[in-house]
T-cell receptor
Framework: DAGVIQSPRHEVTEMGQEVTLRCKPI?????LFWYRQTMMRGLELLIY????????DSGMPEDRFSAKMPNASFSTLKIQPSEPRDSAVYFC?????????????FGQGTRLTVV | GEDVEQSLFLSVREGDSSVINCTYT??????LYWYKQEPGAGLQLLTY?????DMKQDQRLTVLLNKKDKHLSLRIADTQTGDSAIYFC?????????????FGTGTKLQVIP
C-alpha cells in the first residue's frame, strides 16, 4: 500500500475562498482522522470517522469547517470561507480496529496558506 | 483530563544522549507512544509502551514509564544529526475496538554537529 495519500501538498488561497483538502486512507483501515498543526497550538484533532461515519467532531473549530467521508477510500475537509488564521498544515491519518497498539499512519500533510 | 505536555525544544550535541520528557494526566491510559516528525513529513510511530510496563528498549531508544507520576521519557543514545525532528508523545485509552489517541504538542530536537 502507498500509505495515506493527501492532496494537494500545498495550497495557497485568498481569504474568503473555499478550500477542499483530500485524503485517501490506507486500504482496510476503518478509522480516519483529520488533524491540524500550527506553531501556536501544536497538533489538534479536528474530527475522526469510523466506517465512514463521523464519530467526534468536537475539535472542528467553527461552522466554516466541514468534513465528509463518502466511502471507505476517500475523505474531504472543506473550509468555506477560508480565513488567514486557518493557515496551517492539515494531516490525515488512518488506523485499523482490533490492533491493540492502534498505530496511526499519517499522510504527508497539506500546507494551507490563506492570504 | 486528557492533557499531554512536553517541553517545546531540546538541543544536544551529536554523540550525546537526548532525553525527551512528557507528562500526561489520564491514569487510565493503556498505551503510550512516541512519534517522530521529520521536516515536511507526517508523523511516524517510533515506539510504544504498554501501560503495565516500566521500560522498553529498542536499539538506541529507551522508553521509561513512571505510572505513579504519569511521566514518560524517550532516551536516544548516541544522538545523530538525522535524529533532528519533532518528537510527539501520545497516550491512548479506551476499550473495545478503538482507543482514542491524544498527542502532546511536540518537542523539537536539534542536534548540533
Amino acid at each position: 500500500d502507498a500509505g495515506v495519500i493527501q492532496s494537494p501538498r500545498h495550497e495557497v488561497t485568498e481569504m474568503g475562498q473555499e478550500v477542499t483538502l483530500r485524503c485517501k486512507p490506507i486500504s482496510g483501515h476503518d478509522y480516519l482522522f483529520w488533524y491540524r498543526q500550527t506553531m501556536m497550538r501544536g497538533l489538534e484533532l479536528l474530527i475522526y470517522f469510523n466506517n465512514n461515519v463521523p464519530i467526534d467532531d468536537s475539535g472542528m473549530p467553527e461552522d466554516r469547517f466541514s468534513a465528509k467521508m463518502p466511502n471507505a477510500s476517500f475523505s474531504t475537509l472543506k473550509i468555506q470561507p477560508s480565513e488567514p488564521r486557518d493557515s496551517a498544515v492539515y494531516f490525515c491519518a488512518s488506523s485499523q480496529t482490533g490492533r491493540m497498539n492502534t498505530e496511526a499512519f499519517f499522510g504527508q500533510g497539506t500546507r494551507l496558506t490563506v492570504v | 483530563g486528557e492533557d499531554v505536555e512536553q517541553s517545546l525544544f531540546l538541543s544536544v550535541r551529536e554523540g550525546d544522549s537526548s532525553v525527551i520528557n512528557c507528562t500526561y494526566t489520564d491514569s487510565s491510559s493503556t498505551y503510550l507512544y512516541w512519534y517522530k516528525q521529520e521536516p515536511g513529513a507526517g508523523l511516524q510511530l517510533l515506539t510504544y509502551i504498554f501501560s503495565n510496563m516500566d521500560m522498553k528498549q529498542d536499539q538506541r531508544l529507551t522508553v521509561l514509564l513512571n505510572k505513579k507520576d504519569k511521566h514518560l521519557s524517550l532516551r536516544i543514545a548516541d544522538t545523530q544529526t538525522g535524529d533532528s525532528a519533532i518528537y510527539f508523545c501520545a497516550e491512548s485509552k479506551g476499550s473495545g475496538g478503538y482507543q482514542k489517541v491524544t498527542f502532546g504538542t511536540g518537542t523539537k530536537l536539534q542536534v548540533i554537529p
